[in-house]
């Protein structure tokens, strides 16, 4: 029944948000299209300075220009995840943390766990690039004529939830920080993030060991369109197993979560000595 519950409040929380994006949208439209316009415009220039460089030599590292496009499509799909479902600073917890803004979250009614997940829902200004990304993704798999089936659409929810996982399991990891050092590490989040992007949408096929396995193992960023794609193509690399993202995104989690908790147990004994006396931080 408490699961239940919960499930319940969550689905409210989520409905509270979109409705709260709506209302910004239809009261301040001019700047929301801007905003949105802008998301899309920042995303496409990412992408396709490596299509045009795929189109340009004929592909990359082994990859045809279609599969480069199919790629492509998937790390633009994650990226209006990211901002459709992170836009908050519930990704970029490090903020959070290092602000003493926690502390606010202490007295609310509902657990951390529940705040973190719910807040920053944009369903109506953030999912552009989630829109664009699913037209690239029917474009390429058109031309790369996949075998479309329930099963390859539900393992492709499976990798994009996968990559989300890591994505969230590695901000927390590194936002860990804040709760010891919160003035240098507040904004450790956005950059960890921003640099994940940087290497993420560029293709490791070709690329030699000793930049695929790294960025398998001790990074994650192999893991953002790269090891997915490959994957959803029928051509895992490195002769792994299709299930590795599951199992990396498992060990990262329950690191993170250690961590983490480890961390907030320290911020509940001693506190944040980041108050001031105006704006937020009061």
């Known amino acids: 029944m408490e699961g239940k519950l919960t499930i319940k409040r969550i689905i409210g929380l989520f409905s509270i948000s979109a409705k709260m994006d709506l209302m910004w949208l239809l009261r301040d439209?001019?700047?929301?299209?801007?905003?949105?316009?802008?998301?899309?415009i920042s995303n496409i220039s990412v992408v396709s300075g490596v299509y045009l460089i795929a189109l340009r030599f004929g592909g990359i590292g082994g990859m045809s220009v279609d599969e480069i496009l199919f790629m492509m499509s998937y790390s633009t799909i994650i990226t209006g995840l990211f901002i459709m479902f992170?836009?908050?600073?519930?990704?970029?917890?490090?903020?959070?943390?290092?602000?003493?803004?926690?502390d606010h979250m202490f007295i609310q009614p509902l657990s951390l766990k529940v705040q973190f997940i719910t807040c920053g829902?944009?369903?109506?200004?953030?999912?552009?690039?989630?829109?664009?990304?699913?037209?690239?993704l029917i474009?390429?798999?058109?031309?790369?004529?996949?075998?479309?089936?329930?099963?390859?659409i539900f393992m492709l929810i499976v990798y994009l939830a996968t990559t989300m996982v890591i994505i969230?399991?590695?901000a927390y990891l590194?936002?860990?920080?804040?709760f010891y050092?919160?003035?240098?590490?507040?904004?450790?989040?956005?950059?960890?993030?921003?640099?994940?992007?940087?290497?993420?949408?560029?293709?490791?096929?070709?690329?030699?060991?000793?930049?695929?396995?790294?960025?398998?193992?001790?990074?994650?960023?192999?893991?953002?369109?790269?090891?997915?794609?490959?994957?959803?193509?029928?051509?895992?690399?490195?002769?792994?197993?299709?299930?590795?993202?599951l199992i990396y995104a498992l060990i990262l989690s329950l690191i993170a979560s250690y961590i983490f908790r480890k961390g907030l147990n320290f911020y509940v004994r001693k506190g944040s000595n980041r108050y001031v006396p105006y704006g937020f931080r009061r």
Not at 29 to 40: E, G, L, N, Q, Y
Not at 86 to 102: D, E, F, K, M, P
């Open 86 to 102: 992170g836009a908050s600073n519930n990704i970029h917890v490090s903020r959070i943390i290092g602000r003493g803004q926690l």
């Open 29 to 40: 439209t001019k700047f929301a299209i801007v905003a949105i316009i802008a998301d899309a």
């Open 181 to 245: 050092a919160p003035v240098a590490a507040e904004e450790i989040s956005s950059t960890a993030i921003e640099g994940t992007w940087q290497l993420s949408t560029f293709p490791l096929s070709g690329m030699p060991y000793f930049i695929q396995i790294p960025l398998l193992t001790i990074l994650p960023e192999g893991f953002m369109c790269w090891f997915p794609s490959m994957c959803l193509l029928g051509r895992p690399p490195l002769n792994l197993t299709g299930l590795y993202p």
């Open 174 to 178: 590194v936002s860990s920080a804040a």
């Open 139 to 152: 474009i390429s798999a058109g031309r790369l004529k996949l075998n479309i089936t329930p099963w390859w």
């Open 168 to 170: 969230f399991a590695r």
């Open 121 to 136: 829902f944009m369903p109506f200004t953030g999912s552009s690039n989630f829109i664009i990304g699913c037209v690239m």
